[in-house]
């Protein structure tokens, strides 16, 4: 099979947080695993984030970071690259909505495209809510335009809820 003559590159931002096994250690090898995707680019990494647990459930604090690449990968496809990023990384896919995780890998936003779908749904639902991604996603992408919220740079952030620090 040979590679289409003029191949499409899109932008793409994930979200990574995690709160066991090593949480620093997990963001950075999820980074570099994010650098050897196929037909994929990492292009900017946020610095690491601790913050506070959300959903309620008695926790360590998480690490999260954000990362932008280019990719030729459909939005599905690179869904399913994430998710075999958090397999290997030990995530166990009966974990509890909000609770402690290995590795958790959200694709945010890709490209200006907006899909609902059972599997997938982008932009992210609660970007505009969540300063544990807002603030890493501003740090490397302030003036991303995200589709049906608007420019990144605009959205408030509560840095009190939960709270949130930059660590590097």
Do not use: C, K
Request: charged share 20%; net charge negative; proline share 8%.
């Amino acid at each position: 099979m040979s590679e289409p003559q003029n191949p499409h590159w899109y932008p793409a931002y994930v979200g990574l947080g995690s709160n066991l096994h090593g949480p620093t250690r997990q963001i950075q090898a999820a980074i570099e695993l994010l650098g050897t995707l196929t037909r994929t680019r990492l292009i900017a990494q946020s610095s690491l984030y601790r913050s506070a647990p959300f959903g309620g459930i008695e926790q360590p604090d998480f690490m999260n970071a954000a990362v932008s690449l280019l990719t030729e990968l459909s939005a599905h496809e690179l869904l399913a690259e994430l998710q075999q990023i958090e397999a290997r990384r030990g995530r166990d896919s009966d974990e509890v909505r909000w609770g402690p995780r290995v590795l958790d890998l959200d694709l945010l936003v890709y490209g200006a495209a907006t899909i609902a779908e059972p599997d997938l749904v982008v932009p992210h639902p609660g970007i505009a809510e969540r300063n544990f991604v807002l603030l890493p996603l501003q740090e490397i992408a302030p003036e991303l335009v995200i589709p049906g919220l608007g420019r990144l740079a605009s959205l408030a952030v509560n840095v009190q809820e939960p709270q949130i620090e930059r660590l590097e």
